[in-house]
């Protein structure tokens, strides 16, 4: 369940955030007001997401989800009872995606335009340009963002514990929520302390071997 949670949100945000830079890179009217919208949800508490999610849009019966569903002749669907790891995945990456999309538009902002102009004129057209041009550019900052999601992710329990307490059954327990009902729940102290060792360890490793791709993605780059 952490791999499944960690590598769905990382996949989401890292494809949102670099539409949206993306999307956003390019000049329009009310642009700033725009970013401020699309930025909101990452300043917005963990458990206060979980609850909005829940009660205002995913519940079946007062949800907006349920509302527009039965506007359209269709069943509603309780999302967190039928598709609970998927909510889950949905409200997590609904708050990550604003810090990817900042990391990666700041380093698209950095981009060379004459780049682009200059593929323009060689005849490339956009979706050239994008994986020629943008994506090998951003390729140092999506490093970073997936280094410091994966760090964070490891951690998630407010929304779990919000939403659905690590259920139906087991369905939705990642390894923080586990230690969390090992420990407080059914006060096995031991094997919650055993739990809690080895989630640090396992953050210290992935930490480990993301720095170090981080490392050698900018000593190539200073090769080149």
Do not use: C
């Not at 917005?44 to 019966?61: E, G, Q, R, S, Y």
Request: no cysteine.
């Amino acid at each position: 369940n952490t791999a499944l949670l960690i590598g769905s949100v990382l996949a989401i945000s890292v494809i949102g955030g670099t539409l949206l830079a993306v999307l956003f890179d390019q000049p329009s009217r009310g642009r700033g007001i725009a970013r401020l919208l699309v930025i909101g949800p990452f300043f917005v508490m963990p458990t206060v997401a979980a609850l909005i999610w829940k009660n205002m849009i995913m519940h079946p019966v007062y949800g907006i989800l349920a509302y527009v569903m039965r506007h359209l002749g269709l069943e509603p669907i309780d999302w967190l009872a039928e598709y609970p790891m998927l909510s889950v995945i949905i409200i997590v990456a609904w708050q990550w995606i604003p810090f990817a999309f900042l990391i990666l538009l700041t380093a698209l902002q950095s981009l060379d335009h004459d780049q682009k102009e200059a593929a323009q004129l060689d005849g490339a057209g956009p979706v050239r340009i994008f994986f020629y041009i943008v994506l090998p550019h951003l390729k140092r900052a999506i490093t970073v963002v997936i280094m410091i999601e994966t760090i964070f992710l490891l951690s998630v329990f407010a929304e779990i514990f919000t939403t659905t307490a690590g259920g139906p059954g087991t369905a939705t327990t990642n390894l923080t929520f586990l230690v969390y009902a090992i420990g407080l729940q059914q006060f096995d102290i031991g094997i919650a302390s055993a739990g809690g060792i080895f989630a640090v360890v396992l953050a210290n490793i992935v930490s480990f071997f993301l720095v170090r791709m981080l490392a050698r993605n900018l000593k190539g780059v200073n090769e080149k």
